[in-house]
């Protein structure tokens, strides 16, 4: 049996460890108001600090959500695009002539 190799710099050998990072940052991110005052007072943040940082941040927060999201739907539309002219639905030849010649 035949195991075939992942190059080294390719996407499938990054993946895991990057599923291990995004993991670890979700457990570790606070996910309550409670438990954002803890992290802010282990920091040595107080409430005053923080509700005007807050206040900048959450455009930030929008902006950043925005903008991932508009990434992942042009990657998303760009490789409907790929597997379409793969198909061979760009309008050339079945045979693989671009355009057309025999």
Not at 3 to 14: D, H, I, L, M, Y
Not at 42 to 67: D, I, K, N, S, W
Not at 70 to 93: I, S
């Amino acid at each position: 049996m035949d195991v075939e190799q992942v190059p080294q710099g390719s996407a499938a050998r990054r993946a895991p460890g990057v599923s291990l990072v995004l993991g670890l940052l979700a457990v570790l991110l606070p996910k309550c108001p409670a438990c954002i005052a803890a992290y802010l007072a282990l920091l040595g943040v107080t409430a005053g600090v923080a509700g005007v940082v807050g206040a900048f941040l959450r455009p930030a927060g929008f902006a950043l959500a925005a903008l991932s999201l508009g990434v992942l739907l042009v990657r998303g539309w760009r490789g409907r695009r790929r597997v379409a002219r793969a198909d061979g639905e760009g309008g050339g030849d079945p045979r693989g002539n671009p355009h057309g010649q025999t």
